[in-house]
Nanobody, 123 residues
Framework: QVQLVESGGGLVQPGGSLRLSCAAS????????MGWFRQAPGKEREFVAV????????YYADSVKGRFTISRDNAKNTVYLQMNSLKPEDTAVYYC????????????????WGQGTQVTVSS
């Protein structure tokens, strides 16, 4: 059974940092693109960042470019999201997702997704 388990969320002050992790199990995802999406209260889920199967290509939403960095460790079947200079508008539930094609994943078409981890940015 495929599982994606996110961790690393929490409460942080504006300007702070968090590192999210998403561990995949049930199969090997080294040939899949992996990515992060988020959903704030009352809003639709939105794209944050994706990374290709090799890690050689990445895409970011304009709102997080320069502040967030996505990476992956295929040996651990894990994708990470380093979030720096956090803002209150980054507050959301963050979900990881996987899809063989990075462009399809970029547009929100995923094969599997996790249960999410809450990130709250507040003073």
């Amino acid at each position: 059974q495929v599982q994606l388990v996110e961790s690393g969320g929490g409460l942080v002050q504006p300007g702070g940092s968090l590192r999210l992790s998403c561990a995949a199990s049930g199969r090997t995802f080294s040939t899949y693109a992996m990515g992060w999406f988020r959903q704030a209260p009352g809003k639709e889920r939105e794209f944050v960042a994706v990374i290709s199967s090799s890690g050689g290509s990445t895409y970011y939403a304009d709102s997080v470019k320069g502040r967030f960095t996505i990476s992956r460790d295929n040996a651990k079947n894990t994708v990470y999201l380093q979030m720096n200079s956090l803002k209150p508008e980054d507050t959301a539930v963050y979900y990881c997702a996987v899809q063989p094609d990075i462009l399809l994943l970029r547009h929100g078409l995923y094969d599997y997704w996790g249960q999410g981890t809450q990130v709250t940015v507040s003073s």
